[in-house]
């Protein structure tokens, strides 16, 4: 892989108003980066900003590689059974059912790729929703939250698959709340812009 | 065109496993059952109507689904990752109008046989309206997600989708119920340039609405 992310005097508006600005960040091969602050500061603006889902008002965003981002909408049908929802997004990312089925071992969830995605419960389903992302293959992971309603033996899956991926040089950009064993990872802290 | 495909297979495998088809074929065949109800068993009458109460019955058949169009795949983030993949949102509406109108054109067209048999239509009248059907719901279905994409990110939005839709399919309905008794085929001409108008122009509105979904 070689990946990287950069984003220099990153500024970003919504509704008129300043949610942040003059954010600098440079990420190479097996970086990540751990954003933090308080709720509304724009954590998720400035993940939805990197993947292109939200315009920047100011600053240049660079990257290279393919993006994957897992927030708080599963973006799986309810209907399907786990692998196959699952299998629609790795089919567009042409990665194939190979992907799925290691994406749900890495996350113990193997028993329950024939259960349907509306029975799953609130954990499974956002270890679900990072499996979306595990199974991609892309090059930099947009995590919002990603330890949302994980029990501690999911947490520790979660951790162990970013260290996989940063082992590959994959790039991880994560905002969360609760403490991460991400080692050696940049930090950025948003504040409240005035 | 791998993604066009896979979104339309997707939308619709979605339409089918949620009884998407059959609800409009189902209203259509009601309207077209009440409809000699409403107005008495008179041959003569039913047979000059008939046409143009079908073309009313499509109209508000293509309305039906309207808000599973968009709505859904917005909230649940799936228009999100469409676009994390660089899927672009004209694509996204194309492929979402093909599907559509697979889910209710042909199966229309389908239940217009027993549809005219009801209302007393003669041959060359369902022929007429059968070729209409053919000309005039790919711009239904343009409508319809147009329309779908434009209310998906308001509450009460499938109300609304009803009052903004109606007015824009008046040239479909007045040209596809006025090619009927008109055996000169000018009708059926506008009535498929309005539709190919709706269908060229569609992509483009509705993407720009998928865009502004995201704010």
């Avoid at chain 1, 973006?75 to 692998?83: F, M, Q």
């Avoid at chain 1, 082992?167 to 991400?182: D, R, Y």
């Avoid at chain 2, 058949?61 to 649940?76: C, F, G, K, Q, S």
Wanted: aromatic share 6%; glycine share 14%.
């Amino acid at each position: 892989m070689t990946a990287s992310l950069a984003f220099s005097n990153l500024a970003c508006v919504r509704g008129g108003r300043v949610l942040f600005k003059g954010l600098n960040a440079t990420l190479g091969r097996g970086d990540a980066l751990l954003l933090t602050g308080p709720n509304g500061v724009g954590k998720s603006s400035l993940l939805r900003l990197i993947a292109g889902l939200l315009p920047a008002y100011a600053g240049t965003l660079t990257f290279e590689g393919r993006l994957a981002l897992s927030d708080e909408n599963p973006a799986l049908d309810p209907r399907l059974p786990l692998a196959k929802a699952l299998g629609y997004w790795a089919g567009m990312d042409g990665t194939g059912p190979m992907a799925v089925s290691a994406a749900l071992e890495a996350l113990d969830m193997t028993r329950l790729a024939e259960v349907p995605v509306r029975l799953l419960s609130t954990g499974q389903r956002r270890r679900a929703n990072l499996a979306r992302v595990l199974a991609s293959g892309a090059d930099i992971w947009l995590l919002d939250e990603p330890g949302n309603g994980l029990d501690t033996a999911s947490l520790a899956l979660l951790e162990r698959a970013i260290a996989a991926h940063r082992a590959k040089g994959g790039i991880v950009v994560v905002a969360s709340h609760q403490p991460l064993g991400l080692l050696d990872a940049q930090t950025l802290a948003l504040e409240a812009a005035e | 065109m791998k993604a066009f495909l896979a979104i339309l297979g997707r939308d619709l495998r979605l339409s089918l496993g949620s009884g998407g088809i059959g609800l409009p074929v189902v209203f259509f065949l009601l309207v077209a059952t009440l409809y000699p109800f409403a107005v008495g068993p008179d041959g003569a009458l039913l047979a000059k109507t008939g046409g143009g109460v079908l073309w009313v019955a499509a109209l508000l058949a293509a309305l039906l689904p309207i808000d599973r169009l968009i709505a859904p795949d917005a909230e649940a983030g799936v228009l999100d990752q469409y676009a994390v993949r660089g899927v672009g949102e004209e694509m996204i509406a194309a492929a979402k109008i093909t599907a559509h109108w697979i889910g209710f054109g042909p199966p229309l067209m389908l239940a217009a046989i027993p549809a005219s048999a009801m209302l007393r239509l003669d041959g060359e009248t369902l022929a007429a309206v059968e070729l209409g059907l053919l000309a005039g719901t790919p711009g239904l279905a343009a409508l319809g997600v147009m329309v779908a994409s434009l209310t998906a990110g308001l509450r009460r939005g499938g109300a609304l989708a009803g009052l903004l839709m109606l007015p824009l399919a008046i040239p479909l309905i007045i040209f596809g119920a006025g090619s009927i008794g008109d055996f000169g085929g000018g009708a059926l001409r506008f009535l498929a340039a309005s539709s190919l108008f709706l269908v060229a122009v569609a992509p483009f509105a509705a993407g720009a609405g998928i865009r502004a979904l995201r704010e």
